[in-house]
C-alpha cells in the first residue's frame, strides 16, 4: 500500500467514525480529504484503474456535499430509555411499494427446528422487552438494534426473521439486496433511507435486508462509487434508528459473511451476530416429525433413523425429501384407488433423488469465519 492509499483509507475510515459519532463536520472534512487522495491515486495510474480512482473520488465528493445538510444522529449513549415503542403495531401495514410491503407473518418460533441458541438470544433481546417493558426500561434496556444472521444457504434465516416479526406481533420489511442495487441504480442509498423510513413509521418494525452481502460489499482500493456510497450512508441511517423512540430490529441476512464490508461489523451496527447453521440431530428429528405429523406411514418407516442419517443435510433438504416422499405415496394412492400411505421405498427414493445442497467444504468455511472472525 502507498502512502496516497493509506491516506484515503485514513479518511475514509475516519469519515465513517464521524458519522457514527454524529459529528457531520468533521464526516464532511475526511470525505472531502478521501477524495483528494483519491484524486490524487488517480493521477499516478492510467486507464481503467485511474477512471476508478476518479469515480471513486467523485462519490466522496457527493458524501461531503451531502454532509452539508445531512442531520446525523447522536452517537447512543450507553443505557438508553425504552421510550414509547412497547405497543406492538396494530394489524397490517398498507403497502406502499414494492419494498414497503409488510404484514405481520403468520410463522412462529414454534414453526422452527432447532435454533435453540438464536431463539434464545433473540428473546433477550427483543421479545421479552416487547413483552415486559416496565420491567425492561427499570433496568434501561430499549428493544430492537441489529443483528446479522449468516450461514449456509436453507437453514432457516428468512424464516427465523418471519418468526421474531410474528412473536412480536410486528410488521415485516423485507428488500434483498440485490433487488435494491439492480433496481435502483445510483439511487441504491436513497431508497435504503426511504426503506428505513417507512419502517420506522410503525412502533415497531422488523426489517429484513436479505443479502445484505449485495448491499454492502466488501470494499476495495478501486470500489465502486456506488459501494462506497452506500455503506456510508447506510451507516449514518442506522445510527439514526438506534435514536428513535420505536423499536426497530433490523435483521441482515447473508450466506457469504466474509464478502461484507468490514464496517458493518466493526462500527457496532450489528450488535449481535447469529450463525444459523446445519440442524443437528434434534432439529433432524423436529422436521422430519413436523414434516410427517398425521401423515400415514408404513410400519417399517423409521423417520427418526432416517432423519440421524441425514447430518450434513440443510433444513431445507430434509423438508423437500420428506414432501417428496409424501408426492410419491400420492401419486400411487391416485393410481391404484387406494388410501395414501408412505412406505419404506418412497422414502428410500427421495433420498436417492436429493442429496445435500452443501458440500463439507463450504461448512467448514463457515466454521472457520465463525473461529476468526467473531470469536
Ligand atoms: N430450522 C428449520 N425449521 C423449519 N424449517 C426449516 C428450517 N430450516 C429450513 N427450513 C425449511 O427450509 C426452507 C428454506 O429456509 P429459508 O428460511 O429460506 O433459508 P435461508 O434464508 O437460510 O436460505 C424454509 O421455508 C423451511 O421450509
Ligand atoms: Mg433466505
Not at 444522529?73 to 410491503?101: H, I, L, N, R
Not at 457496532?268 to 423436529?286: N, S, T
Not at 405415496?329 to 393410481?335: K, T, V
Request: hydrophobic share 45%; net charge negative; with cysteine.
Amino acid at each position: 500500500m502507498s502512502f496516497l492509499s493509506d491516506k484515503k483509507g485514513e479518511h475514509e475510515a475516519a469519515c465513517e467514525k464521524a458519522i457514527q459519532s454524529g459529528d457531520a463536520g468533521r464526516a464532511r472534512m475526511h470525505a472531502a480529504k478521501a477524495a483528494e487522495f483519491c484524486f490524487a491515486l488517480a493521477r499516478q495510474s492510467t486507464g481503467p484503474v485511474a477512471a476508478s480512482y476518479v469515480k471513486t473520488a467523485e462519490g466522496w465528493l457527493e458524501i461531503a456535499e451531502k454532509l452539508k445538510t445531512a442531520k446525523l444522529p447522536k452517537a447512543q449513549q450507553p443505557g438508553g430509555d425504552v421510550g414509547k415503542a412497547a405497543e406492538p403495531a396494530a394489524g397490517a401495514a398498507a403497502a406502499g411499494s414494492e419494498f414497503e410491503v409488510a404484514e405481520i407473518p403468520s410463522v412462529s418460533f414454534d414453526d422452527i427446528a432447532g435454533m435453540a441458541s438464536a431463539k434464545a438470544t433473540i428473546m433477550e433481546m427483543i421479545v421479552y422487552p416487547m413483552r415486559e417493558p416496565e420491567k425492561a426500561r427499570a433496568m434501561k434496556l430499549k428493544p430492537g438494534g441489529g443483528v446479522i444472521l449468516y450461514g449456509p444457504p436453507g437453514n432457516g434465516k428468512t424464516m427465523f426473521g418471519k418468526a421474531i416479526a410474528h412473536e412480536i406481533n410486528a410488521p415485516f420489511f423485507y428488500a434483498s439486496g440485490a433487488q435494491l442495487r439492480s433496481k435502483w441504480h445510483g439511487e441504491s442509498e436513497q431508497n435504503l433511507s426511504r426503506l428505513l423510513k417507512a419502517a420506522q413509521a410503525h412502533p415497531v418494525a422488523v426489517l429484513f435486508l436479505d443479502e445484505i452481502d449485495g448491499l454492502l460489499p466488501r470494499r476495495t482500493a478501486s470500489s465502486s462509487v456506488v459501494d462506497n456510497r452506500i455503506v456510508t450512508q447506510f451507516l449514518a441511517d442506522v445510527g439514526g434508528f438506534r435514536e428513535s423512540e420505536n423499536a426497530l430490529l433490523i435483521l441482515g441476512a447473508t450466506n457469504e459473511p466474509w464478502s461484507i464490508d468490514e464496517a458493518v461489523f466493526r462500527t457496532g451496527r450489528f450488535d449481535e451476530k447469529i450463525y444459523i447453521g446445519l440442524p443437528d440431530a434434534e432439529a433432524r428429528d423436529a422436521l422430519f416429525a413436523k414434516a410427517f405429523d398425521g401423515v400415514s406411514c408404513a410400519a417399517d418407516v423409521d423417520l427418526a433413523s432416517v432423519a440421524q442419517s441425514l447430518d450434513g443435510y440443510t433444513g431445507s433438504d430434509i423438508v423437500g425429501i420428506a414432501k417428496k416422499a409424501r408426492q410419491a405415496a400420492f401419486r400411487r394412492s391416485i393410481e391404484q384407488g387406494a388410501d395414501p400411505q408412505v412406505t419404506k421405498e418412497d422414502v428410500e427414493a427421495a433420498l436417492r433423488a436429493i442429496p445435500s445442497s452443501v458440500t463439507p467444504a463450504l461448512v467448514a468455511r463457515y466454521e472457520k469465519f465463525n473461529r476468526e472472525r467473531f470469536q
